[in-house]
């Protein structure tokens, strides 16, 4: 430029503004003409289709009908949904119940009470057996009757009876009574079982020959 030439004077100084191409701004999108040139296809075409309605597929159709064919065989369908409670926790032994059956402890109170009743039913049909022996004769009822329950044997039942004492607050994970120190109450009674004996007999069958001829069959 020729020294005291009248210098150009700017687009801005003139009164004109030329719009600025918005992707000049951006450093990394000049190398481009267009704002979405760096915008995948696939992504610029669901873009595009965004808020647009399109035919159903027979996919869709098939999936629709299953669905409408599951709500009319639905029990609940129209019905308020029932209300589910979770107020438990799970826990191990929930967890082994369920998928291995039940519990050793759980089996072995199972078969302390077959084995009790066992007993119990042995015992009435001796003492049945021993009032129509005795043929109305209380004395010598009272005496056979004593030496048959001094000598009956529980060893089995009471060895399955001693191991769930051992064992049952641990294998059942009983908690602790926090007030009495001892172990919390199952179905409100000690969960601790007492060996049968002498007592136990007369707790379940009477001594008496007239209660027992009365009973016989």
């Known amino acids: 430029m020729k020294s005291g030439a009248p210098r ?4 801005r100084a003139l ?4 719009e600025r191409n918005p992707c000049e701004r951006i450093p ?11 915008v995948e296809k696939a992504e610029r075409d669901a ?3 965004q808020q647009v309605v399109l035919p159903e597929t027979p996919r ?19 019905k308020p949904l029932p209300l589910r409670l979770r107020n438990f926790r799970s826990s191990a032994e929930a967890y082994l119940a369920s998928a291995g059956g039940p519990l050793p402890y759980m089996l072995r109170l199972r078969e302390i009470d077959t084995r009790t009743a066992d007993h ?3 015992l009435a049909e001796v003492w049945r057996a021993l009032a129509d022996e005795c043929a109305g004769d209380s004395g010598r009822f009272a005496r056979r009757w004593k030496s048959t329950v001094r000598n009956w044997s529980f060893d089995e039942v009471n060895d ?16 602790m009574n926090p007030r009495t120190g001892d172990f919390a109450l199952v179905n409100g009674r000690d969960y601790r079982l007492a060996p049968l004996d002498a007592d136990w007999v007369r707790e379940h069958i009477p001594s008496s020959i007239r209660k027992a001829l009365s009973d016989a069959p």
């Not at 150009?8 to 687009?11: D, F, N, R, T, W």
């Open 8 to 11: 150009p004077q700017s687009g």
């Open 15 to 18: 009164g004109i503004w030329r």
């Open 28 to 38: 990394f999108l000049r190398t481009t003409s267009r704002c979405n040139g760096v």
């Open 47 to 49: 873009i595009m289709r």
């Open 60 to 78: 869709q159709r098939r999936e629709l009908a299953a669905l409408e064919e599951d709500l009319r065989s639905n029990p609940l369908a129209g």
């Open 120 to 122: 119990e039913a042995a």
């Open 160 to 175: 399955l009876i001693d191991r769930h004492n051992r064992w049952y607050p641990i294998e059942s994970r009983l908690p």
